[in-house]
Protein backbone atom coordinates (compact mmCIF):
# COMPACT_ATOMS: atom_id res chain seq x y z
CA UNK A 1 0.00 0.00 0.00
CA UNK A 2 0.87 3.58 -0.91
CA UNK A 3 0.12 5.15 2.13
CA UNK A 4 -1.11 4.02 5.34
CA UNK A 5 -4.31 4.00 7.67
CA UNK A 6 -3.56 3.20 11.04
CA UNK A 7 -5.72 3.32 14.97
CA UNK A 8 -5.25 2.52 18.19
CA UNK A 9 -6.86 0.78 20.54
CA UNK A 10 -5.65 1.93 24.17
CA UNK A 11 -4.16 5.69 24.76
CA UNK A 12 -2.57 5.09 28.20
CA UNK A 13 0.76 6.17 28.72
CA UNK A 14 2.42 4.12 26.53
CA UNK A 15 0.29 4.54 23.33
CA UNK A 16 0.56 8.42 24.17
CA UNK A 17 4.80 8.32 24.55
CA UNK A 18 5.52 5.51 22.55
CA UNK A 19 3.44 5.08 19.75
CA UNK A 20 0.58 7.74 18.69
CA UNK A 21 2.89 10.63 18.26
CA UNK A 22 5.27 8.91 15.81
CA UNK A 23 2.20 8.14 13.48
CA UNK A 24 1.03 11.62 13.80
CA UNK A 25 4.09 12.86 12.64
CA UNK A 26 4.95 10.49 9.66
CA UNK A 27 3.81 11.94 6.27
CA UNK A 28 3.15 7.85 5.11
CA UNK A 29 0.25 7.28 6.97
CA UNK A 30 -3.09 8.80 8.33
CA UNK A 31 -4.42 8.62 11.83
CA UNK A 32 -8.19 7.65 11.57
CA UNK A 33 -8.89 7.52 15.39
CA UNK A 34 -7.66 6.48 19.03
CA UNK A 35 -10.39 4.10 21.49
CA UNK A 36 -9.96 5.08 24.74
CA UNK A 37 -12.93 5.44 27.05
CA UNK A 38 -11.40 6.60 30.61
CA UNK A 39 -12.93 10.70 30.47
CA UNK A 40 -9.80 12.22 31.48
CA UNK A 41 -7.60 10.54 28.78
CA UNK A 42 -10.22 11.41 26.54
CA UNK A 43 -10.12 15.20 27.27
CA UNK A 44 -6.17 14.90 27.54
CA UNK A 45 -5.86 13.18 24.48
CA UNK A 46 -8.43 15.17 22.98
CA UNK A 47 -6.47 18.29 23.48
CA UNK A 48 -3.14 17.25 22.24
CA UNK A 49 -4.19 15.25 18.92
CA UNK A 50 -7.34 16.74 18.07
CA UNK A 51 -8.68 16.98 15.66
CA UNK A 52 -8.46 12.85 15.37
CA UNK A 53 -11.60 11.26 17.23
CA UNK A 54 -11.54 9.23 20.11
CA UNK A 55 -13.83 6.85 20.14
CA UNK A 56 -15.08 4.41 23.42
CA UNK A 57 -15.17 1.31 21.68
CA UNK A 58 -12.90 -0.38 19.54
CA UNK A 59 -15.54 -2.99 18.08
CA UNK A 60 -15.88 0.72 15.64
CA UNK A 61 -12.28 0.32 15.12
CA UNK A 62 -12.00 -3.36 13.75
CA UNK A 63 -15.26 -2.53 11.75
CA UNK A 64 -14.29 0.21 9.96
CA UNK A 65 -13.06 -1.22 6.52
CA UNK A 66 -10.67 1.90 5.60
CA UNK A 67 -8.38 1.35 8.46
CA UNK A 68 -5.44 -0.70 7.52
CA UNK A 69 -3.72 -1.27 10.75
CA UNK A 70 -4.06 -1.01 14.62
CA UNK A 71 -1.60 -0.33 17.59
CA UNK A 72 -2.14 -2.28 20.27
CA UNK A 73 -1.66 -0.95 24.07
CA UNK A 74 -4.01 -2.52 26.38
CA UNK A 75 -3.38 -4.25 29.80
CA UNK A 76 -0.58 -7.13 29.33
CA UNK A 77 -3.57 -10.12 29.87
CA UNK A 78 -6.16 -8.31 27.45
CA UNK A 79 -3.38 -7.86 24.59
CA UNK A 80 -3.95 -11.62 23.43
CA UNK A 81 -7.41 -11.33 22.95
CA UNK A 82 -6.89 -7.76 21.35
CA UNK A 83 -4.32 -8.68 19.11
CA UNK A 84 -6.33 -12.04 17.82
CA UNK A 85 -9.66 -9.76 17.66
CA UNK A 86 -7.87 -7.56 15.15
CA UNK A 87 -6.30 -9.82 13.27
CA UNK A 88 -9.59 -11.65 12.99
CA UNK A 89 -10.89 -8.43 11.32
CA UNK A 90 -8.24 -8.55 9.22
CA UNK A 91 -5.97 -5.83 10.51
CA UNK A 92 -2.06 -5.32 10.13
CA UNK A 93 -1.30 -5.02 14.08
CA UNK A 94 2.03 -3.94 16.42
CA UNK A 95 1.06 -4.38 19.74
CA UNK A 96 3.12 -4.07 23.23
CA UNK A 97 5.12 -7.23 24.54
CA UNK A 98 4.59 -9.62 25.46
CA UNK A 99 3.08 -11.00 22.80
CA UNK A 100 1.35 -13.77 25.48
CA UNK A 101 2.15 -15.77 28.28
CA UNK A 102 2.62 -19.03 26.82
CA UNK A 103 2.93 -20.68 23.97
CA UNK A 104 -0.63 -22.13 22.77
CA UNK A 105 -1.96 -18.33 22.83
CA UNK A 106 1.34 -17.13 20.96
CA UNK A 107 0.69 -19.70 18.06
CA UNK A 108 -3.01 -18.60 17.91
CA UNK A 109 -2.17 -15.09 17.07
CA UNK A 110 0.84 -16.10 14.63
CA UNK A 111 -1.21 -18.36 12.70
CA UNK A 112 -4.28 -15.84 12.58
CA UNK A 113 -1.90 -13.44 11.18
CA UNK A 114 -0.10 -16.04 8.40
CA UNK A 115 -3.49 -17.10 7.53
CA UNK A 116 -4.95 -13.63 6.29
CA UNK A 117 -0.92 -12.88 5.09
CA UNK A 118 -1.49 -9.97 7.59
CA UNK A 119 1.51 -8.15 9.31
CA UNK A 120 1.93 -8.62 13.15
CA UNK A 121 5.01 -7.25 14.80
CA UNK A 122 5.47 -7.51 18.65
CA UNK A 123 6.91 -3.94 20.18
CA UNK A 124 10.43 -5.00 20.84
CA UNK A 125 11.52 -1.34 20.16
CA UNK A 126 14.71 -2.44 21.98
CA UNK A 127 15.68 -4.27 18.27
CA UNK A 128 15.49 -0.82 16.87
CA UNK A 129 18.18 0.76 19.04
CA UNK A 130 21.94 2.51 16.92
CA UNK A 131 23.45 1.03 19.54
CA UNK A 132 21.83 -2.58 19.69
CA UNK A 133 22.15 -2.72 16.39
CA UNK A 134 25.38 -1.62 15.88
CA UNK A 135 26.76 -4.17 18.82
CA UNK A 136 24.88 -6.95 16.40
CA UNK A 137 27.27 -6.11 13.80
CA UNK A 138 30.43 -5.96 15.72
CA UNK A 139 29.67 -8.75 17.56
CA UNK A 140 28.94 -10.69 14.17
CA UNK A 141 32.00 -9.53 12.40
CA UNK A 142 34.21 -10.43 15.07
CA UNK A 143 32.52 -14.14 15.54
CA UNK A 144 33.07 -14.19 11.69
CA UNK A 145 36.56 -13.00 11.21
CA UNK A 146 38.29 -14.06 14.43
CA UNK A 147 40.35 -11.04 15.07
CA UNK A 148 39.60 -11.01 18.85
CA UNK A 149 40.10 -14.77 18.87
CA UNK A 150 36.56 -17.07 19.61
CA UNK A 151 33.80 -16.05 21.54
CA UNK A 152 34.09 -17.80 25.09
CA UNK A 153 31.04 -16.33 26.23
CA UNK A 154 28.33 -13.98 27.03
CA UNK A 155 26.33 -12.29 29.36
CA UNK A 156 23.09 -10.09 29.36
CA UNK A 157 21.69 -8.53 32.77
CA UNK A 158 18.76 -6.36 34.00
CA UNK A 159 18.60 -5.27 36.86
CA UNK A 160 15.87 -1.83 36.22
CA UNK A 161 12.45 -2.03 38.39
CA UNK A 162 11.90 1.52 37.56
CA UNK A 163 12.58 3.82 34.54
CA UNK A 164 14.84 6.30 36.85
CA UNK A 165 14.58 9.00 34.06
CA UNK A 166 11.55 11.53 33.74
CA UNK A 167 9.01 9.50 30.96
CA UNK A 168 8.26 12.09 28.08
CA UNK A 169 4.60 14.28 28.72
CA UNK A 170 1.73 12.35 29.24
CA UNK A 171 -1.90 12.08 30.78
CA UNK A 172 -2.38 9.31 34.28
CA UNK A 173 -6.05 8.52 34.12
CA UNK A 174 -8.05 9.48 37.14
CA UNK A 175 -10.15 6.39 36.92
CA UNK A 176 -10.63 2.88 36.05
CA UNK A 177 -12.19 1.66 33.47
CA UNK A 178 -16.14 1.02 33.41
CA UNK A 179 -15.96 -1.65 30.20
CA UNK A 180 -13.60 -4.32 30.44
CA UNK A 181 -11.70 -6.23 27.85
CA UNK A 182 -11.36 -10.12 27.50
CA UNK A 183 -8.60 -11.61 29.00
CA UNK A 184 -6.41 -14.42 28.76
CA UNK A 185 -4.01 -16.51 31.49
CA UNK A 186 -1.28 -14.97 32.52
CA UNK A 187 0.71 -18.16 33.41
CA UNK A 188 0.66 -21.49 31.39
CA UNK A 189 -1.54 -23.85 33.07
CA UNK A 190 1.31 -25.84 34.14
CA UNK A 191 3.20 -23.33 36.49
CA UNK A 192 2.97 -23.65 40.06
CA UNK A 193 0.30 -20.82 41.47
CA UNK A 194 3.49 -19.73 43.65
CA UNK A 195 4.88 -18.64 40.76
CA UNK A 196 2.14 -16.96 39.03
CA UNK A 197 3.28 -12.98 40.30
CA UNK A 198 7.11 -13.37 39.07
CA UNK A 199 6.73 -14.86 36.33
CA UNK A 200 4.46 -11.83 35.05
CA UNK A 201 6.94 -9.82 35.93
CA UNK A 202 9.43 -11.52 33.80
CA UNK A 203 7.35 -11.80 31.43
CA UNK A 204 6.77 -8.37 31.05
CA UNK A 205 10.34 -6.57 32.10
CA UNK A 206 12.55 -9.06 31.03
CA UNK A 207 11.05 -10.95 27.58
CA UNK A 208 13.07 -8.03 26.05
CA UNK A 209 16.41 -9.70 27.30
CA UNK A 210 15.26 -12.79 26.18
CA UNK A 211 14.48 -10.95 22.70
CA UNK A 212 17.57 -9.57 22.97
CA UNK A 213 19.95 -12.55 23.95
CA UNK A 214 18.48 -13.81 20.55
CA UNK A 215 18.95 -10.39 18.53
CA UNK A 216 22.85 -10.53 19.42
CA UNK A 217 23.67 -13.65 19.19
CA UNK A 218 21.27 -15.88 17.12
CA UNK A 219 18.46 -18.50 17.88
CA UNK A 220 20.48 -21.56 18.16
CA UNK A 221 20.01 -21.25 22.28
CA UNK A 222 19.17 -23.75 24.53
CA UNK A 223 18.39 -23.53 28.58
CA UNK A 224 20.54 -25.56 30.17
CA UNK A 225 19.75 -24.31 33.97
CA UNK A 226 17.77 -21.75 36.02
CA UNK A 227 18.06 -20.65 39.43
CA UNK A 228 15.44 -18.60 41.10
CA UNK A 229 16.51 -18.15 44.91
CA UNK A 230 13.56 -15.15 45.91
CA UNK A 231 10.75 -14.04 44.26
CA UNK A 232 12.39 -10.71 42.86
CA UNK A 233 15.90 -12.85 40.99
CA UNK A 234 15.55 -15.10 37.96
CA UNK A 235 19.15 -16.54 36.70
CA UNK A 236 19.12 -18.31 33.14
CA UNK A 237 22.56 -20.71 31.64
CA UNK A 238 21.90 -20.60 28.11
CA UNK A 239 23.92 -22.63 25.42
CA UNK A 240 24.54 -20.85 21.97
CA UNK A 241 27.05 -23.72 20.09
CA UNK A 242 30.02 -23.79 22.30
CA UNK A 243 29.11 -20.44 23.96
CA UNK A 244 28.13 -20.39 27.53
CA UNK A 245 25.78 -17.64 27.90
CA UNK A 246 24.01 -16.19 31.23
CA UNK A 247 21.14 -13.90 31.81
CA UNK A 248 20.90 -11.99 35.03
CA UNK A 249 17.67 -10.33 36.40
CA UNK A 250 16.54 -8.89 39.24
CA UNK A 251 13.70 -6.08 39.89
CA UNK A 252 15.57 -4.04 42.09
CA UNK A 253 15.89 0.21 42.32
CA UNK A 254 19.49 1.29 42.12
CA UNK A 255 18.57 5.18 40.66
CA UNK A 256 19.81 4.49 37.22
CA UNK A 257 18.86 1.94 34.54
CA UNK A 258 21.11 -1.14 34.73
CA UNK A 259 20.82 -3.35 31.43
CA UNK A 260 23.56 -4.43 29.16
CA UNK A 261 25.41 -7.35 28.15
CA UNK A 262 29.10 -8.65 27.65
CA UNK A 263 30.43 -10.41 25.31
CA UNK A 264 34.07 -12.39 26.50
CA UNK A 265 36.65 -13.25 23.27
CA UNK A 266 39.54 -15.16 23.54
CA UNK A 267 41.59 -11.39 23.25
CA UNK A 268 39.00 -9.40 23.69
CA UNK A 269 35.55 -7.91 25.28
CA UNK A 270 32.81 -6.42 23.69
CA UNK A 271 30.35 -4.26 25.81
CA UNK A 272 26.52 -3.12 25.39
CA UNK A 273 25.11 -0.33 27.93
CA UNK A 274 21.45 0.13 27.49
CA UNK A 275 19.58 3.69 28.37
CA UNK A 276 16.32 3.48 30.29
CA UNK A 277 13.66 2.76 27.46
CA UNK A 278 11.94 6.58 28.71
CA UNK A 279 15.85 8.29 27.92
CA UNK A 280 14.81 9.87 24.57
CA UNK A 281 17.94 11.18 23.41
CA UNK A 282 19.98 7.93 23.93
CA UNK A 283 21.31 4.98 22.45
CA UNK A 284 23.09 2.54 23.49
CA UNK A 285 26.87 2.75 24.21
CA UNK A 286 29.46 0.18 23.04
CA UNK A 287 32.92 -0.01 24.68
CA UNK A 288 35.63 -2.78 23.11
CA UNK A 289 38.48 -3.57 25.03
CA UNK A 290 41.42 -6.03 22.98
CA UNK A 291 44.67 -7.48 24.50
CA UNK A 292 47.61 -5.03 23.29
CA UNK A 293 45.12 -2.12 23.10
CA UNK A 294 44.24 -2.21 19.85
CA UNK A 295 40.43 -2.76 19.60
CA UNK A 296 38.45 -2.99 16.72
CA UNK A 297 36.42 -0.02 15.04
CA UNK A 298 33.21 0.24 16.53
CA UNK A 299 30.63 1.07 14.38
CA UNK A 300 28.53 4.38 14.04
CA UNK A 301 24.91 3.86 15.63
CA UNK A 302 22.25 5.24 13.95
CA UNK A 303 20.80 8.09 16.03
CA UNK A 304 17.02 8.26 17.13
CA UNK A 305 14.91 7.03 20.07
CA UNK A 306 14.19 3.11 19.84
CA UNK A 307 10.11 4.16 19.66
CA UNK A 308 10.27 6.15 17.03
CA UNK A 309 12.47 3.96 14.54
CA UNK A 310 10.01 1.45 15.90
CA UNK A 311 7.17 3.04 14.40
CA UNK A 312 8.70 4.10 11.04
CA UNK A 313 9.92 -0.08 10.44
CA UNK A 314 6.19 -0.69 10.81
CA UNK A 315 5.18 2.00 8.30
CA UNK A 316 7.82 1.46 6.12
CA UNK A 317 7.27 -2.55 6.34
CA UNK A 318 3.45 -1.85 5.34
CA UNK A 319 3.94 1.11 3.07
CA UNK A 320 7.33 -0.32 1.42
CA UNK A 321 7.99 -3.87 1.78
CA UNK A 322 10.99 -3.46 4.24
CA UNK A 323 11.50 -6.40 6.14
CA UNK A 324 10.29 -6.06 10.23
CA UNK A 325 12.92 -6.89 13.04
CA UNK A 326 10.38 -8.02 15.41
CA UNK A 327 7.84 -10.32 13.75
CA UNK A 328 5.25 -12.47 15.76
CA UNK A 329 6.71 -15.37 13.94
CA UNK A 330 10.30 -14.72 15.33
CA UNK A 331 8.82 -13.94 18.89
CA UNK A 332 7.73 -17.09 19.19
CA UNK A 333 11.08 -18.21 19.80
CA UNK A 334 11.17 -16.21 23.03
CA UNK A 335 8.48 -17.85 24.44
CA UNK A 336 10.00 -21.03 23.63
CA UNK A 337 13.46 -20.36 25.60
CA UNK A 338 11.31 -18.83 28.23
CA UNK A 339 8.59 -21.93 29.17
CA UNK A 340 11.71 -24.20 29.25
CA UNK A 341 13.53 -21.63 31.52
CA UNK A 342 10.55 -21.69 33.79
CA UNK A 343 9.77 -25.08 33.75
CA UNK A 344 13.18 -25.83 35.10
CA UNK A 345 12.19 -23.21 37.65
CA UNK A 346 8.44 -24.58 38.36
CA UNK A 347 10.57 -28.56 39.34
Known amino acids: ?206 CHDINLMRFLLGDNLAVVGGHRPNERTVVGLFQCDDVAVTLETAKAAIGHWAEGAEFLFESGRVTLLLPSPMATGQVAQIAVDARGGAAPLVPPAVPGWQFKRQAGAFIAALTGGEPSLSPGSDCLNDLALIEDLWRLLND
Not at 22 to 38: G, K, M, Q
Not at 44 to 68: K, N, Q
Not at 102 to 114: K, M, N, W
Open 1 to 206: MSRLRVAFIGGGMMAQVGHIPFFVEDPRCDVAAVCESRPSLIQALTARFAPIPIVASHDEILADPTIDAVVISVPRPATGPMVLRALEAGKHVISEKPMAHDLPQAHRLVTAAASRALSYDVGFMKRYDGGVQAARRLVGDLRHDGRLGRLLAARCYNFSAEYAVVPPAHTRPRESRVARFSEWPTAPEWLATRLHASYAWFMNVF
